[in-house]
C-alpha cells in the first residue's frame, strides 16, 4: 500500500468529502449549506437551521412545521430511562450522563440502531432530535435533584429546552423571549463545524455501522473534552478562578506563555480560524446587547475584556495566532442567560446535535467505508520470547 504519511492529529489530512459545512479559516468564513453563518443567526431560527443542515435546504413553513410536529411525537423518552438516571449520583457530570443516556437510547429503540431506507432514517433525525434534547435536560434535573420534566407540545423546541430546565412542579411556565432568541442563535452558531473532533467521532464509529445514537454517544464523550467543546466550562472557571485570585488577568497571561506551565488561555485559539472566529464575532455582539437588555452587571465580563485586550496586541497570541473562539464568549452569555457552568457543554452538544446527525447520514448515504488509519510503528523489532521462571 506504499510508504504511510504521518500526520498526528490530522492537521493536514481530509477525511471525507462532505456537502454540509465550508470553513475557510484564513478569511474566518463559516456556511452551512452554502449559507453564510452571519445570516443563519440573524435571520433564521434554529429548527429551520437543523433541517438545512441534515436535509441540504431551508424548509418552506410546511415543511418545518412538519419537522417540528414529526419532532415532537418522538419526545417522550422511555419511563425505564428514569432507572438509568437514578442509579447515578448527583455529582455525576452532566456530560457523562449524556453519553451514557444517548448509549442508552438504543436498547429502546433498536430501529435507529439499523437505518435501512430513507422512511427510517427520516424517523431516526426526528427521535434524535426529539430525545437527545429532552435526556440533555434530564442531566441538569438529575443533577439538581429535581423531578423530571416532559416535553410540552405547545411549545416551540428552544422554549422547550428552557422549561424542561427550569418548570417548577407546580405552576406554569413562560421562557423569557430575550433568553430563548439568544439561546436559539447560540444554537445555530454551534450546529456544525465539518470534521472536528466530535464530529469525525461521530463519522468514525458510524463508519462501523454502529447505529445513530451509538455513534452521537460518543461525539458527547468527544465533545467533553476541555480542548473541544469542554472549553466554555473551562474559561468560565478560569474567569472565576481569576477574579478569586484578585483579578489580575496579566498574571494569567503570562503563566499561558510560560512553556513550562501546562496553563492555556482558555476560549483562545483554534486549529482552523487563524483570523478570527466567525462565530465568535457574532456571539460577542449578541452577549453584549443581551447583557444589556437583561440589565446583567458581571465583574467577570471586566476579567474577559482584560484577557481579550491584552491576548489581541500580546506578540505570544499575535504570532501564533490565536484569537478568542465561540467558547470564549457563549460560556458568558450562558452564565448571564441563568444556565449553570456544569451545563455548558450540554448547551453545545444540543446546538452541534444537527452537525452529527447530517454528517452521519452523509456518511452513510455516501457509503463511506470504515474508518481506519494506519500507523508508524516504533515499538521494539521480533524478540525472542521470555519464560515467566527467566525474566
Ligand atoms: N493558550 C496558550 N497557548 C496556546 C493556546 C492557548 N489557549 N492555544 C495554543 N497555544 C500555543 C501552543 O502552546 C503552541 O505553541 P508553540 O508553537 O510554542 O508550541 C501554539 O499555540 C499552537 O498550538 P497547538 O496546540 O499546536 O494548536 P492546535 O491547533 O493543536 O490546538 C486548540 C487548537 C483549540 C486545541 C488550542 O488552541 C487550545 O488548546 N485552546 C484552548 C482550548 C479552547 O479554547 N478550545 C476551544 C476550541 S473552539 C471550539 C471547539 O472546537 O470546541
Known sequence: TGAITLDPGYKNSGSCKSD???????????????????????????????????????PTKLQLEQFETDIRKYTLVNEEMKNIIDGFPKTAHPMGVLSSLTSALTAFNPKVVNVE?????????????????????????????????????TQGYVENFMQLMFKLPTGPYSANKVVVDALDKLFILHAD??????????RIVGSSHAGL?????????????????GANQAVLEMLEDIQKDGGDAA????????????????????????NFDPRARIIKKAADEVLRTLGVDDPILNIAKQLEEAALVDDYFVSR??????????????????????????????????????????????????????????????RNFVPMDKR
Open 20 to 58: 454540509i459545512t465550508f470553513l475557510d479559516g484564513e478569511e474566518g468564513i463559516l456556511r452551512y449549506r452554502g449559507y453564510a453563518i452571519e445570516d443563519l443567526a440573524e435571520q433564521a431560527a434554529f429548527l429551520e437551521v437543523a433541517y438545512l443542515v441534515i436535509f441540504g435546504e431551508l
Open 321 to 382: 495566532k490565536l484569537y478568542p473562539n465561540v467558547d470564549f464568549y457563549s460560556g458568558i452569555i450562558y452564565r448571564a442567560l441563568g444556565i449553570p457552568t456544569d451545563m455548558f457543554t450540554v448547551m453545545f452538544a444540543i446546538g452541534r446535535l444537527p452537525g452529527w446527525i447530517a454528517q452521519w447520514k452523509e456518511m452513510r448515504i455516501n457509503k463511506e467505508p470504515i474508518g481506519r488509519p494506519r500507523q508508524v510503528y516504533t515499538g521494539e523489532p521480533l
Open 213 to 229: 445514537f451509538a455513534s452521537i454517544s460518543a461525539g458527547v464523550s468527544a465533545l467533553w473534552g476541555p480542548l473541544h467543546g
Open 251 to 274: 498574571k494569567y497571561m503570562a503563566k499561558a506563555k510560560d512553556k513550562d506551565d501546562p496553563f492555556r488561555l482558555m476560549g483562545f485559539g483554534h486549529r482552523v480560524y487563524k
Open 117 to 153: 431506507n430513507e422512511k427510517e432514517m427520516y424517523e431516526a433525525v426526528c427521535k434524535t432530535m426529539g430525545k437527545f434534547l429532552v435526556i440533555a435536560t434530564w442531566t441538569y434535573r438529575k443533577m439538581m435533584g429535581y423531578p423530571l420534566n416532559y416535553y410540552d407540545n
Open 193 to 202: 463545524h465539518e470534521q472536528n473532533c466530535s464530529t469525525s467521532t461521530v
